[in-house]
């Protein structure tokens, strides 16, 4: 079925370094791809997102190219903030269910001041 | 801006007892969701509901059920709670209207429920 891989966390970074979060998907047909960000003590907010093969979704200094060749989505920004100590969800729709989406299991970003 | 609400932020139960949680959404959207996050397995689906009394079972619905008798509120029910259903529960909320947008999903803010 429709999966997201994401690398496995935790990661922590200093400010002002560069932050890249590898996200890899498997799905049938062309899913719309998404990151999310939970900050502490709260749900998910959507961070960005992609719908077909080759966009650019940006928002807030991050930005993830979708990348149908190498099936992947990866995050990145290019200097990061103490504000952006968050875990980081990539998830995809499900081509079955086009509102369903499937989830990976999160990477905890630490950055340090 | 798009509000998803969810009546509790933390609870406390014991084991056996029916618990029920309330996800209110005010953004007139035909789609709502029951998730659970729990460390290192990202977020699972539960159940979905895609229309005032229509639910489906999502990955892992057992030990759940749900309810939605009016379009802006779905409420997730634990009909007899036990320490595996410990976890963060997330309430969303997507429109079914046709087009890329509607596959975005908007977020409550999260109950955390501790079953002893």
């Known amino acids: 079925g429709d999966s997201v891989t994401q690398m496995e966390g935790p990661v922590t970074l200093s400010e002002e370094a560069f932050l890249t979060i590898n996200c890899t998907y498997t799905a049938t047909g062309y899913p719309s791809l998404f990151w999310y960000v939970q900050y502490p003590g709260e749900g998910l907010q959507l961070l960005l997102k992609?719908?077909?093969?080759?966009d650019k979704g940006s928002n807030k200094g991050f930005e993830a190219t979708y990348r149908k060749e190498t099936t992947s989505f990866h995050l990145e920004k290019g200097s990061v903030q103490v504000s952006d100590s968050a875990v980081y969800f990539c998830a995809l729709s499900v081509s079955s269910n086009d509102y369903k989406l499937s989830f990976g299991a999160g990477t905890t970003v630490t950055v340090r001041a | 801006d798009v509000k998803v609400t969810q009546s509790s932020r933390y609870l406390v139960k014991r084991t056996g007892e029916k618990v029920f949680l309330e996800c209110v959404q005010d953004m007139d959207h035909e789609n709502m969701f029951w998730y659970r996050q729990d460390p290192g397995l990202g977020l699972r689906l539960i159940y979905f509901?895609?229309?005032?009394?229509?639910?489906e079972k999502g990955d892992i619905p057992e030990g759940y059920s749900v309810s939605r008798e009016k379009k802006e509120r779905f409420s997730l029910i634990l009909e007899s709670a036990s320490t595996n259903q410990t976890s963060m529960y997330l309430c969303?909320?997507?429109?079914?209207?046709?087009?890329?947008?509607?596959?975005?999903?908007?977020f409550g803010p999260g109950t955390r429920l501790l079953v002893l």
């Open positions: 969303a909320s997507s429109s079914f209207s046709p087009g890329q947008g509607r596959k975005t999903q908007y």
């Open positions: 992609a719908t077909k093969a080759d």
């Open positions: 509901s895609y229309d005032v009394k229509m639910k």
